[in-house]
């Protein structure tokens, strides 16, 4: 099967309101790999984007949409479940502060209760620029000007514990820290991770679940990962394959690793409606 729907790396995954799975990877072959509850392929698409990497499921109305990002295409893309292009979006370049499109790398969207998104810049300036639901440019915040520094903003999610004011909550990779911000940009938290790398951050129930690329990395690129399940106050409370989280008497959280060989390089992850994890690895032998 590996050699008829390969995978590469495994930089995506998301489950549907069906129970299915689809994985996004960067073989051209088939980017998109549809999967059974059960693991079997039942679909599979997509040949142009070779740097494919982030991927979010959304609910418009009463059908759920894709959005995926493309490191080497500098683009972001929309499409139905089945592969349809909906749009993209390309360099923002009204802002001024990129000089070309190779310098815009867009890792993940994050996307708002009213439609409206934003685009984390993690491989190439570290902006994250919002778009309106009608898909216009509504402004940019971060970047190196801004206090966000370079490999920071990896993945991240909607930051909706209090409806009435909600936020993005972002993943920062190789800083060891979760960022929190508002919708303007202004910084409200710096969850610690320390030992981690922090690639995605999703939500189930009432429990977060990041995805650790490796505990010593980037220094070390063999080392192995895990995964942090966080309480709703953002507070780690157990580590798959990983030390049990430590919390000194002021409160402050040692560092972690992985102490169990389980995973790989953990990228993304996601929890399906029967809560049951799925892990989607880099760089872990296709």
């Known amino acids: 099967a590996g050699s008829e729907s390969p995978v590469k790396n495994c930089h995506g995954i998301v489950s549907t309101r069906d129970g299915n799975i ?59 479940l089945s592969g349809e292009l909906l749009g ?16 815009y790398k867009p890792s993940w969207t994050i996307h708002a209760s009213d439609g409206s998104f934003f685009v984390l810049d993690g491989y190439g300036l570290d902006y994250i620029i919002h778009y ?39 993943a920062m990779s190789d800083q060891q820290h979760l960022l929190q911000l508002d919708f303007a940009g202004e910084k409200r938290g710096l969850p610690p991770l ?21 505990d010593n990395w980037p220094k070390d690129q063999n080392c ?13 409370i157990s580590n798959i394959a990983g030390t049990a989280p430590c919390y000194s008497d002021s409160g402050i959280l040692q560092p972690m690793k992985h102490d169990q060989d389980v995973f790989q390089h953990p990228h993304d992850l996601c929890v399906d409606k029967d809560s049951s994890l799925y892990v989607a690895q880099f760089a872990s032998g296709n």
Request: with cysteine; net charge neutral.
């Open 194 to 214: 320390p030992g981690g790398n922090p690639r995605q951050i999703r939500r189930h129930g009432l429990n977060y679940f990041i995805a650790h690329l490796g």
């Open 132 to 170: 309106g639901a009608d898909g216009k440019f509504v402004r940019q915040f971060g970047g190196a000007a801004g206090g966000i520094v370079h490999w920071g903003p990896h993945g991240g999610m909607l930051d909706d514990r209090n409806p009435a004011n909600p936020g993005l909550l972002i």
């Open 88 to 103: 993209e979006w390309g360099w923002p370049e009204q802002t001024g502060s990129y000089t070309k499109e190779d310098e």
């Open 224 to 236: 192995r990962g895990f995964v942090s399940v966080l309480d709703g106050n953002l507070r780690v």
């Open 22 to 80: 689809i994985l996004l990877t960067d073989h051209t072959k088939n980017n998109f790999i549809v999967y059974s509850p059960a693991g079997k392929v039942i679909h599979k698409w997509g040949t142009a984007w070779p740097g494919a990497h982030g991927l979010s499921i959304v609910t418009e109305g009463d059908r759920e949409v894709l959005y995926f990002t493309d490191l080497s295409c500098h683009r972001v893309f929309k499409c139905t």
